[in-house]
């Protein structure tokens, strides 16, 4: 099983709004990551938690937290968001290890945020 | 650093015919190399990665790509391209994971390559 799921699917939201994208898997993958895709343009790696640590912010504003309760699962707080940031949220997982073979990552089917 | 180059936006075969999407990294050490494809509105799916070995790699739904290192390349190809092809194609390329510290997991995708069938 290489499932990655993600609530919710759409979400829109105000700019005063509090909310949160939700990522799940039971690969047994310990590391996870949130990306941002906009239209036409390639995923931008936003976090990276390894072993439930944050271990990669990429400059992130902080009206976005994420945060990762357990092994299986990855949260993201949005908060006072800005029209810029409607785009697509992807979560995905992979293995952790040096010397392993299962380095890939697998994606999830996003969350599509629009932010009025 | 580590980047993607995929030369091409957007390519426009017919059904039935061959297919070869080209992309070029640039990496310091030995890259670890991944094709995914994206539907619209989708997440991304793992087509084929290389680590290490043999240089011509078999991935799913009848795609092969070959790692050539003295061009830094990893194209991407089909014999015979079917309607259901048709989406957006990331070459991406990630740190080895020897490499250690913070560079590991980040990958970097190229700009993606729009794929068109015609029937």
């Known amino acids: 099983d290489t499932e990655v799921t993600q609530t919710p699917k759409h979400l829109v939201m105000g700019m005063t709004n509090k909310k949160s994208l939700k990522c799940e898997q039971h690969?047994?993958?310990?590391?996870m990551y949130w990306y941002k895709q906009k239209a036409k343009k390639p995923p931008e790696l936003m976090f990276v938690?390894?072993?439930?640590?944050?271990?990669i912010n990429e400059s992130v504003p902080s009206r976005f937290s994420p945060e990762c309760p357990n092994s299986s699962l990855l949260n993201l707080h949005l908060h006072a968001l800005q029209p810029e940031d409607s785009a697509l949220y992807l979560c995905?997982?992979?293995?952790?290890?040096?010397?392993?073979?299962?380095?890939?990552?697998?994606f999830g089917p996003g969350t599509r945020l629009t932010v009025t | 650093a580590q980047s993607v180059t995929q030369p091409d936006i957007h390519i426009t075969v017919s059904e039935g015919a061959s297919l070869e999407l080209r992309c070029n990294y640039s990496?310091?050490?030995?890259?670890?190399l991944f094709w995914y494809v994206q539907s619209p509105g989708q997440g991304l799916q793992l087509l084929l990665k290389?680590?290490?070995?043999?240089?011509l790699v078999q991935g799913i739904k009848g795609f092969e790509a070959e790692f050539k290192r003295s061009q830094s390349s990893f194209n991407l190809r089909k014999p015979s391209v079917h309607w259901s092809d048709a989406a957006e194609y990331f070459c991406?390329?990630?740190?080895?994971?020897?490499?250690?510290?913070?560079?590991?997991?980040?990958?970097?995708f190229g700009q993606g390559t729009i794929l068109t069938v015609h029937p």
């Open positions: 995905a997982s992979s293995q952790e290890g040096l010397g392993t073979s299962s380095y890939e990552q697998y």
């Open positions: 690969m047994g993958h310990r590391a």
């Open positions: 938690y390894s072993y439930e640590k944050l271990s």
């Open positions: 990496y310091g050490a030995t890259p670890y």
């Open positions: 290389y680590f290490s070995g043999d240089t």
């Open positions: 991406a390329v990630g740190a080895h994971p020897n490499a250690g510290g913070t560079s590991y997991g980040k990958l970097t």
